[in-house]
């Protein structure tokens, strides 16, 4: 593999893994449009969707682990809505990852197409009062929440993107979560999910194991730094930042399937 290359899978990796760490997603919402353009832009040869998606997989497993352990402590992760909705997810995660060995391009482009949409719309609209509750008084609707994990886990088992750019807006708007516990917490759902999603990908061939290696590499780097710098920025910022990322996307994915 040539050294250019390398560095600029490094680079997607590193400002992936940085945004994953502060906001609280995998990171594939950047990673995915990054690495499927990217390398040809800058004259390498592409790579498949199919590839990309096995990429991101891997990477967002090694991503959300350094966002957890910077987040562990400071009463961060609601351990209730993790169990509920990362077990749901991780079963979501298998039946998306393996079934989409069956999938075309196209169809797994409009798969992360749907989910960008409708995380778009869940972030723009209003959230108030959510950041004024304590952490430990926290209350959610259980079942609701591992319902939607389950249809989330499958969408996003498909595109290998760990579904937490899905799971932050439905934390923030459906089930009320605090922005930063939604962030650490979805962490930690995506960690779990990303176990189906990457198992899924690995046993039907999709990864290509040395890009996925410089990723990994970025993502404990990077996916830290990013989530001490979340625990500074005001909470209304972070969910500007998330809503124009997701929206940015949205629309870049969209116009290439059209």
């Known amino acids: 593999m040539e050294i ?7 680079l997607i990796g590193f400002i992936g893994s940085y945004i994953s760490g502060m906001l609280g997603i995998g990171g594939s919402i950047v990673k995915y449009p990054l690495l499927l353009y990217i390398p040809s832009m800058v004259g390498f040869t592409a790579f498949t969707a199919h590839e990309v998606s096995g990429i991101s997989a891997v990477q967002v497993f090694f991503a959300t682990i350094g966002g957890v352990w910077a987040y562990r402590k400071g009463g961060y992760l609601n351990k209730s809505l993790i169990l509920y909705m990362g077990v ?23 798969v992360y197409g749907i989910l960008a949409l409708i995380a778009t719309v869940m972030m723009f609209i209003p959230k108030k009062g959510i950041d004024d509750q304590a952490l430990d ?19 996003a088992g498909i595109v290998g993107a760990a579904g937490a750019f899905l799971l932050v807006p439905i934390m923030l708007v459906v089930l009320k979560i605090p922005t930063r516990m939604t962030i650490a917490s979805s962490l930690a759902i995506t960690l779990i999910s990303s176990i189906g999603a990457t198992v899924g ?3 039907t061939g999709q990864v290509e194991y040395f890009p996925a290696a410089i990723m ?13 710098a979340g625990k500074k920025v005001n909470t209304k910022v972070l969910q ?8 940015g996307t949205t629309i870049k994915v969209w116009s290439d399937i059209f």
């Open 216 to 228: 990994v590499v970025a993502s404990l780097i990077a996916a830290p730094l990013g989530a001490i």
């Open 4 to 10: 250019g290359l390398i560095i600029t899978i490094f």
């Open 201 to 203: 990908k690995v046993t």
């Open 240 to 247: 500007m930042i998330l809503a124009l990322l997701i929206l």
């Open 88 to 110: 749901s997810i991780l079963i979501g995660s298998f039946v998306g990852g393996f079934g989409s060995g069956l999938m075309s391009e196209d169809g797994i482009n409009i």
């Open 137 to 155: 008084k926290v209350e959610f609707n259980r079942w609701l929440a591992a319902s939607l994990a389950l249809i989330v886990g499958i969408g």
